[in-house]
């Protein structure tokens, strides 16, 4: 699948998946930013794309930021009709600040199939197995 990019930092590295098979590709910081613990901050990636129509674009986590330094992405959906720039939305769990550089990874992007909903009111749901079972319902 081609995907259409502008970049709006040439400075950065145009996202491409890093081994055959991989759903993410790395999304680069635009700007020096500090996150302080606790803070939450729209990270500017540099780039607006154009995701073909029935698709759209996940930001999330990279999985090393995560671990290691507890930061997550917040939000994340990127539709198929936004042609802004993207930014990641990065919470810092921890209990220190962590600061990106321009360059920096700091989230990846994984594109996935959409499909158009509608909903049907209805009076009553079919039963199920599980029924209103909520949190915990499958056990430890």
């Known amino acids: 699948m081609k995907i ?18 991989d759903a993410g590709m790395d999304v680069y910081a635009s700007a020096h930013t500090v996150l302080n613990p606790g ?8 780039l607006a794309v154009e995701i073909p129509e029935g698709y759209y674009a996940y930001i ?3 999985s090393g930021l995560s671990i290691k330094h507890k930061l997550r992405t917040m939000g994340g959906v990127i539709d198929s009709n936004y042609r802004g720039e ?11 600040p962590y600061i990106f550089e321009v360059g920096d ?30 949190f915990g319902s499958s056990g430890k």
Do not use: W
């Not at 993207?86 to 220190?96: E, M, Q, R, V």
């Open 39 to 46: 803070d939450c901050v729209a990270i500017p990636l540099g």
């Open 4 to 21: 259409k990019i502008k970049k709006l930092n040439q400075e950065l590295p145009t996202p491409f998946q890093a081994y055959r098979g």
């Open 60 to 62: 999330t986590d990279k």
């Open 105 to 134: 990874k700091v989230a990846q992007m994984i594109i996935q199939k959409t499909e158009t909903i509608s909903f049907e009111e209805v009076e009553t749901l079919s039963t199920s197995d599980r029924g209103e079972k909520r």
């Open 86 to 96: 993207i930014h990641a939305g990065i919470i810092n769990l921890s209990d220190t």
